[in-house]
């Protein structure tokens, strides 16, 4: 066989080869990645929605999905909005839980992250960043104390400590937090947020 | 051909020989994963994975492939072990693929990899390349342990994530960010060039 033959009968074998082979791992892994994700998801929303029983989608956007916890009655218990902004270095995707009139945070969660570590990455930290999410009102759009307050009680309705030496992450997180309360809101004037089964968009 | 022995074919990356102390390769993992020694240790394993399987492939097919196309062959491979690596890890331990994030697919371009199958694999039997690959997956693992472990316990207190420093220790934050890779990685390199110096010295 000449040599430009053999280069490109090798080069194909070994293509072929590896595609088939990467093919199979592809196909055996898909499910249970899918899965990952979808379990990280289901967790985060019973974490931001205490007392889940089953969840659903309800809506979903560019940047915003809205899913409605419901109890073991099917009573709709809070929705939990998961949304992404633009953080420090990458996207930071969030988990927002809220009550079903959307006058009150129950808890926020950070899906995804990637800010500095030891500084803003501290996001996903309870004690230094999200405990003071927990049970704010939001009936207007929430702001940041800087530089933070010493406790927890200093804080107004409606305050977020800044974590020192990372404001734009904690900014971050905040504008990501106004923006989709203020899209949630909209849409439930808009009457799309319905957790009827049969308005189920 | 190479003319060591097998245990002095293992024992050269470990020392002698090490990628990342010895001839600078694959920095751009060693710098960027080695914040926490989980990461260090998952993306030791997980280049360890890929050179060992490339080398036994590079090898065993090494004739068949003419040297024109061979980079372009070795690539094909290597990058294959490192899809499935990253499948893998995606598939099995979420938190780590997380972790490493876009490290894994780097991999693919990790000079250790494509330097050993062009300086050995491409040249020795199958045994030998297999060895070779093993000693040098040690010592990378090993640097990027040491590595890892000055700078999670110097920048966290912690070490594999337990705590080992007491409540006095304020973490030194630099050392997780980017500049303590460096500024570690620095000390260690000199560290070891003089350790090297002395004993040649005294011998």
Known sequence: ?201 | MSNRTISQEYLKGLWEENPVFRQLLGMCPTLAVTNAMINGLAMGLATSFVLIFSSLVVSSIKKLIPSQVRIASYIVIIASFVTIADRFLAAFFPPLSKNLGPYVPLIVVNCIILGRQEAFSSKNTVGRSLTDAVGMSTGFIFALLVLSAIREILGMGTFFGLPVMGVWFKPWVIMVLPAGAFITLGILLGLFLFIEHKTKVRS
Request: glycine share 10%.
């Open chain 1, 1 to 201: 066989m000449s040599l430009f033959a053999r280069m490109i009968a090798v080069l194909t074998f070994v293509g072929l080869l590896s595609g088939g082979f990467l093919a199979t791992v592809g196909h055996l892994t898909k499910d249970r990645i899918a899965l990952n994700k979808q379990k990280e998801i289901e967790q985060a929303i019973v974490s931001v929605v205490p007392g889940t029983q089953s969840s659903k989608k309800i809506y979903e956007e560019e940047d915003l999905a809205v899913y409605g916890g419901k109890d073991e009655h099917g009573r709709l218990l809070g929705f939990a909005i998961q949304a992404s902004g633009i953080g420090f270095q990458d996207k930071i995707i969030i988990m927002l839980g809220i009550n079903p009139a959307i006058t009150q945070i129950n808890s926020l969660a950070v899906l995804e992250q990637t800010e500095t570590p030891g500084l803003g990455a501290r996001i996903v930290d309870r004690g230094s960043f999200l405990q003071f999410w927990e049970n704010k009102d939001c009936g207007q759009p929430l702001s940041l104390r800087k530089p933070p307050a010493s406790s927890k009680q200093d804080l107004g309705p409606s305050e977020i400590n800044t974590i020192t030496g990372a404001t734009i992450s904690s900014e971050a997180v905040l504008n990501t937090v106004n923006v989709s309360l203020a899209r949630i809101k909209e849409l439930l004037k808009e009457g799309k947020l319905s957790s009827e089964e049969g308005d189920v968009k």
